[in-house]
């Protein structure tokens, strides 16, 4: 995957746009995806997550999809504002038989820059 | 913020010398992990808890021990630092499986 703060994808959007940002994720038997925004200097914010028994999922101006025929989750954010501008990146649960201790597989991310 | 304090929040120290860093929760969560994060791997688990005593490794465990007394503190220790463990780390809680990871602010830890 990319690296945090080097050589990430970066999506710059107006003020106001709609912001789409996408993670591929390679474990076709992952069962549970989340999405964090990390601005600088803090650590990871959980935004949303969605099961694999959904393929759609909404909250406060973002929401998140899920193709699991293409392995693939985005992070839409509504009206997006100069305060969204983080990285964002996505996190994986492979299913395995009795818990797996709440692990997860994180994304590098995509940097979001939000101009007024 | 979920309650999770990370101490301390900048560290810098020589090669050779032990250090260790303190992650502290009020949410009374049963798993608690230690990562790294570096440019070019993302957040790496180092250690996680699943319980007061009970730890396991995660995919870049050498160079570091862990130890979890009691529920809200988990400890991680790197007996001997190295520059290579030159890194932000990060505690995450979590409450049971499906359910989101939550993260501390991070310790800057440099070592040179």
């Known amino acids: 995957g990319e690296s945090v703060g080097l050589h990430l994808p970066t999506l710059s959007v107006q003020e106001g746009d709609n912001s789409i940002i996408n993670c591929a994720y390679s474990?076709?038997?992952?069962?549970?995806f989340i999405w964090y925004k990390q601005e600088s200097g803090k650590g990871p914010q959980f935004i949303i997550d969605?099961?694999?028994?959904?393929d759609k999922r909404q909250g406060q101006r973002v929401t998140v999809l899920l193709n699991k025929t293409v392995k693939h989750l985005s992070l839409q954010i509504a009206a997006t504002q100069p305060g969204d501008s983080a990285v964002y990146f996505c996190?994986?649960?492979?299913?395995?038989?009795?818990?797996?201790?709440?692990?997860?597989?994180f994304g590098q991310g995509t940097i979001l820059t939000v101009h007024p | 913020d979920a309650g999770i304090t990370q101490s301390p929040r900048h560290k810098v120290t020589e090669t050779g010398t032990p250090v260790t860093l303190r992650c502290h929760q009020t949410?009374?969560?049963?798993?608690m992990y230690w990562y790294r994060q570096d440019p070019g791997h993302g957040l790496r688990l180092i250690h996680y808890?699943?319980?007061?005593?009970?730890?396991d490794k995660g995919e870049v465990s050498d160079g570091y021990s862990v130890s979890r007394s009691k529920t809200e503190d988990f400890l991680l220790t790197l007996e001997s630092a190295t520059s290579s463990q030159t890194s932000v780390y990060f505690c995450?809680?979590?409450?049971?499986?499906?359910?989101?990871?939550?993260f501390g602010d991070g310790t800057r830890l440099s070592i040179l």
């Open positions: 995450a809680i979590s409450s049971k499986d499906y359910q989101p990871q939550h």
């Open positions: 474990n076709s038997a992952s069962d549970y």
């Open positions: 969605i099961r694999s028994n959904m």
């Open positions: 996190a994986e649960k492979g299913s395995v038989s009795g818990t797996s201790y709440g692990k997860l597989t």
């Open positions: 949410e009374n969560h049963r798993y």
């Open positions: 808890s699943y319980g007061v005593k009970d730890t």
